[in-house]
């Protein structure tokens, strides 16, 4: 029929009128609610002839348009008025007859979609299996060119409308379409993620956890390899080696040998594309930063949040639900930064050492944290994790726990932190416990660059930026320029250091070049910082500093370049004073103390007169502010090809050179290569908190089959256990070397001198132990 279609058209007519008899028979069966045993449903022979003529006159529809025009609405409506009443096996063979005609564009995807999810939800297992892989390969084949959207959007209608249904079985199934579609990345937009998101206000619990779950778990199904490129042309033969693309293999494709033997040769470089294509994407996925969730597009998060947050308050769903819905309400406040008061009083009831799932809450607390919340709303949250969980009489894990769990809160809202709390958690670094120790010493590692100041001395290390504080609530950076031309200024003024620093010898900091400025302003600043004096700050370990000026110094004069040394020393001394006047520390200034602190140093050095302390406190702060316009106007004398606010080509090259390597030292640091910074408050909303490693380092305790389990690991190399006696009864091999010498051959007078000799040490023998009863038989 095929290859003759005007030859069998009668035949067709035959079989179609055959067809179009039994439809109305089925039909007619349906409509009277037939359920006789001997009726035709239930007979198997009539069931398959029927089945058997459907899917004949799909494959020949094609070659007779005129004739079975009518065929696919009959197949449809057949379907959706008798489906339930059907046979399995013959419902299967209708609906892949109905398959066929769609594959061969005979039946648009958007009239039957309707009825491919209702066959979904009949208790058909492989009806179902068939139905759903139709729908999904059905709309990924519209879309496999280009995103086809007037298309889309009828069959998204239809979708979205079936999950809105009370029905539990429509929804599920739509819901689970719309998820497979979407981790496919075919329906890949903001209506279907916030189609997904809206999915956990349904009002069926299963709905709610399907919803939920698909959420919590799209970063592990991101990680998994795409189904969709598994099921692709490339990944069906892997082990056959790949065409190379080269200039000589795609002018053979189009230029050399017969039309078959071409085809053959440009379809294996287009596999080939494909392939190059599919790898240069997935290691983009893996290696760029590109952070995607479907909560990310939701177009209302804030109250998608507070809505979801009011029916966990009032749901009586097991513990397993609510600790979902609090997880998903926790990504979403850090992913989008919302302010949601009351979600951390909520948590607080749960935050005990004693809790199930104790680390995933915390986890969920930690993601709930950002530079936008206030710190008075976390603050009970904080102190009730470190009064709970970081006490001397809490297990070490618990400890560890919790001094991770404090360490991730300071990271995204270090103004919790106060000095006296943190030189408390600090002194557990000497814990005997790893988990502890390592805890204790991140935490210090954090400070060290978030805020140095609040770590004792010994603790603060070098430190990247001694005077770094933590932002302000609400303090943000505005960017007011063309973005990374601070990279290129930053460049330019390391440049110029490096000229300034081979100029006036090894000192090659900012401010030398700002000390050895020739202008009469500039001059008369550091007259005003300096005095008349050259002083000397002299810090002790101790952190108390006493000033001191020398005799011997006054008279030397080795240049400009010891004069600006000593400016620049003096310079620090009137800062580092100033801001431990303002903060009030307990720094001593008696003279008597420092006498006795300095002893024989006043042979050499005279000490200075403190009496106006407060006078030189404001020089002090008058001169920091004459350093400040200093540096204002050095900053400002920038040639005029870069004030103008043109850049020009090179700049941009350069700025792109720059940024690669800034990129560069990032993925160093990524792998533990190079010194991790503290990442921006947006790195952090995006990243997700492991509860995994909230318990690095800690020792779980094992059950008792997981030590047997171990015990019986370790043996399994080593040999049965045998008593010694009975390993030298087993021994196999030669003789010891005490029965060699029995069979050793001797000379005669060398064997009557051995007897001798044993005889004589006998007597010795017995001489030496006394007249003791050796056991002597009593008879003979």
Known sequence: MKSDPEGYESELVLVYNQFKSSLELFQQQAALSFTSITGITTDPAVAKDLGDRAMLLAHVTPFYPQHLADFPKQLSHFLASSACSLPSSLRCHIVQSLILLANRKMVDIGDTLALFMELQTMGDRALRKLAFSHVVHSIRRMNQKHKNEVKNRPLQNILFSLLQQEDEAKAKRSLITLCELHRRRVWFDDRTADAICTACFHSSSRIMIAALSFLLDYEKIQDDDDSDALSSEDDLSPQVPRAVLCKEAVYKAHHKGTVSSKKKKQAKIQRAIRSMKRQQRLSSEKTTSNYYSPLSHLRDAQGFAEKLFSRLQTCNERFEVKMMMLKVIARTIGLHRLILLNFYRFLEKYVQPH?????????????????????????????????????????????????????????????????????????????????????????????????????????????????????????????????????????????????????????????????????????????????????????????????????????????????????????????????????????????????????GSESNAKKRNLSDFDGQLLAADTSLRALKRLAGVTMGCIPSESTDGILSNEDFRRIKELKAKKEAKMALAQHGLLRKGVPSSDQLSVKRVDPAKLEAHVRKRLSKEERLALVREGREERGKFQARTAVKQKKTGGLSNRQKEHKKAMPLAAKKAKVVRSRQEKKKKQQRSGKQFRGKKAWK
């Open 355 to 599: 809790q199930r799932d104790i680390t995933n809450l915390l986890a969920a607390a930690v993601q709930a944290c950002h530079d936008m919340v206030p710190p008075d709303a976390v603050e009970s949250l904080f102190k009730q994790i470190v009064n709970l969980f970081v006490h001397d009489r809490s297990r070490p894990e618990v400890i560890a726990v919790g001094l991770n769990v404090i360490r991730e809160i300071c990271l995204r809202m270090p103004l919790l932190m106060t000095e006296d709390l943190l030189q408390d958690l600090v002194l557990y670094k000497k814990s005997h416990e790893k988990a502890v120790s390592v805890a204790a010493r991140s935490l210090i590692t954090l400070f060290r660059e978030v805020c140095p100041s609040l770590l004792v001395k010994k603790d603060r290390g070098r430190p990247t930026d001694p005077k770094a504080r933590p932002k302000a609530y609400g303090e943000v950076d505005v960017i007011s320029n063309v973005p990374g031309v601070e990279l290129l200024q930053n460049d330019e003024n390391n440049a110029v250091s490096d000229t300034d620093g081979s100029t006036f010898g090894d000192s090659g900091h900012d401010s030398d070049g700002i000390a050895a400025a020739s202008d009469g302003e500039e001059n008369w600043l550091c007259n005003d910082i300096i005095g008349s004096e050259d002083d000397e700050l002299e810090e002790s370990d101790d952190g108390e500093s006493s000033i001191y000026y020398d005799d011997s110094d006054v008279g030397s004069n080795d240049g400009d370049e010891e004069e600006n040394e000593e400016e620049e020393e003096h310079m620090k001394a009137v800062e580092e004073n100033v801001h431990e006047g303002m903060n009030g520390s307990d720094k001593t200034n008696d003279p008597d103390i420092r006498d006795s602190k300095t002893g």
